[in-house]
């Protein structure tokens, strides 16, 4: 089925349902990256909404007051729960390449892949895909209109909010980036400096395209005269952007991949997003354990050992699914993931050296957002989304307040060399026209008998074992404020390194590990994770936001 600014029907809903359809939790929450887009969510369920208008409310406002990290010249993935149905769908509303991009776009004629080109500027930039997101979630899931739902935002936009401290860092980090892009430095440098902490920061032209929005529905920013003004600002500055490839965008509806790990039921997202594929093979091989009864150091070795064959797959395997044939049943098979087990040593790190180095190492502050909204009813929404890096191109078509993504770097600009986030892989996920890159972002629920957990987070390459840490950590009873605290560490096969959190490990582990053979870096605290867990047995909703980052949670 297909409808203009409407949407692509691909795999069409999960059969699994979370049995929260006879139960109502009775409260309503949000946890986002950000306390005013928390309490926009907040307010719009209090006026009536349900959890997907406020799903939407609290996305458009972290375009606002967190535009370094997603915003309306992004996407991302939107997981929806309806409690009425039973159903769970994946909102796909990633970015797109436009038609004039090629597999070799980042290259030069020595076929060199040239730094930087995939991460700043418009050239960098994919068709977003926010928009038309959150537009069809307001439509088809939510009580309220869409203007409704915006609202918080325009607000935010033409009142002006004062900058927290990880607003005003992330500018400090982007100075010479948004230097080179006039729209841009002018909102958000108003002195030709950092603004302090404080300064309430009014964006007029991003409220007025939210207004656009709010009035003519997506339409506003795929066509008119919103989207002539894109177009001939990428294009004067060396982007491909046509008409067209804004006109054509569609959102698509995708089936989660759905599964268990010693009975504990995951809801999760699909390709596009490696994800849920990823960290359901890692979960597959663990499960041949049990990891209970395993020691401290002996657990970690297993869980890292199952993130490097996973995350080895990703690159081999994974794309977009509309272009690419993928051995998902494959990799999804609990026969699969014993063949890897069998291959994990009990003593020993497997090395990952039978492919070539690779020395890029994923940047310690990479930005993208996550929420986790819950409503009376019980219907949930888990969301990531993003512009890639901070601030994402850095390029502002004048005139819009429109950030635009530098998401193209989450394709492969030639094979086996690493992205922005250290990743590798290969034609699997080549530049193609209108393709999407692989994305590693991914909304999750998870539901044992005991209740629910909604959880997200941003990181890059990262999120996978992000989320799967934070699933285990839920499998052994804990709850929205332990899955966002942890501390953390990571495998993804190249570099063979394993980075830690400080605390992720104790003294004897990091002794232990380095034994074993691993090679081990300590890396400052990441990730900004979002969680809600609704306990079926007390009744108790808890929202939890990461105590890394200033984000807020509530409960009511
Ligand atoms: N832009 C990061 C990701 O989608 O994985």
Redesign the pocket.
């Known amino acids: 089925m297909k409808t203009r600014f409407g949407v692509l029907l691909c795999l069409l809903f999960a059969s699994l349902s979370l049995s929260a359809a006879t139960l109502k939790p009775g409260h309503y929450a949000v946890a986002s990256a950000q306390p005013y887009a928390t309490q926009a969510g907040m307010q719009v369920m209090a006026e009536g909404g349900n959890a997907f208008d406020a799903a939407v409310a609290v996305s458009a406002a972290l375009s606002v007051v967190e535009p370094y990290s997603s915003g309306l010249g992004g996407g991302g993935f939107w997981l929806l729960h309806d409690a009425k149905t039973g159903q769970n769908v994946m909102v796909d509303g990633r970015e797109y390449a436009p038609a004039a991009a090629t597999a070799s776009m980042y290259q030069d004629k020595q076929g060199n892949v040239i730094p930087g080109a995939s991460l700043n500027g418009p050239l960098s930039a994919g068709i977003p895909g926010e928009v038309a997101a959150l537009a069809y979630i307001s439509r088809h899931y939510g009580k309220l209109s869409f203007a409704q739902d915006l609202a918080p935002a325009i607000k935010l936009a033409r009142d002006g909010f004062p900058l927290d401290r990880m607003f005003h860092a992330m500018l400090k980090s982007r100075e010479q980036k948004l230097k080179q892009w006039p729209a841009a430095w002018k909102v958000f440098y108003p002195d030709g400096q950092v603004p302090a902490t404080g300064y309430v920061l009014k964006q007029p032209d991003l409220a007025s395209t939210l207004e656009l929005i709010a009035r003519h529905g997506p339409r506003a920013f795929y066509t008119g005269k919103l989207a002539r003004e894109m177009v001939k600002a990428v294009r004067a500055n060396g982007g491909i952007w046509s008409l067209e490839d804004l006109r054509d965008y569609q959102v698509k509806l995708r089936a989660p991949i759905t599964g268990e790990y010693h009975g504990m039921r995951i809801v999760t997202v699909s390709p596009p997003s490696s994800g849920g594929i990823v960290m359901m093979e890692a979960l597959n091989i663990l499960s041949g354990y049990d990891l209970a009864k395993d020691s401290d150091l002996m657990r970690k070795h297993l869980i890292i050992e199952a993130m490097r064959f996973a995350y080895r797959d990703r690159a081999e395997y994974l794309g977009d699914p509309d272009f690419v044939k993928m051995p998902l049943a494959r990799l999804l098979s609990p026969y699969y993931a014993a063949g890897l087990r069998a291959a994990i040593l009990p003593e020993h790190a497997t090395p990952s050296s039978n492919l070539a180095p690779v020395t890029a190492e994923a940047p310690e502050s990479q930005h ?1 957002t996550s929420i986790a909204v819950m409503d009376k009813d019980g219907n949930l929404v888990g969301g990531t989304f ?1 512009v ?1 890096f901070r601030f994402g191109s850095g390029f502002m078509p004048p005139h819009t307040g429109v950030i635009l993504n530098d ?1 193209m770097d ?1 394709f492969v600009s030639k094979p086996g060399v690493p992205n922005g ?1 250290g990743l590798v892989g290969n034609s699997a996920n080549a530049i193609a026209p209108h393709k999407r890159p692989l ?3 991914m909304p999750t629920f998870l539901e044992t008998r005991n209740g629910l957990a909604i959880l997200g987070t941003p990181g ?1 390459s990262r ?1 996978i074992s992000m989320v799967m840490l934070g699933t285990l950590d839920y499998f052994n009873g804990g709850d929205a404020e332990s899955i966002v605290s942890l501390p953390r560490y990571h495998m993804q096969y190249l570099p063979d390194k394993v980075f830690y959190e400080p605390g992720a490990f104790s003294a004897g582990e990091i002794t232990g590990l380095e034994k074993m053979g691993y090679s081990l870096q300590q890396v400052h605290p990441y990730g900004n994770m979002q969680s809600i867990s609704w306990n079926y047995q007390t009744g108790k909703v808890f929202a939890a936001a990461d105590p890394r980052d200033v984000g807020s949670a509530a409960v009511k």
């Open positions: 993208t993003t890639n998401e989450d986030f994305s590693s972002m890059g999120i």
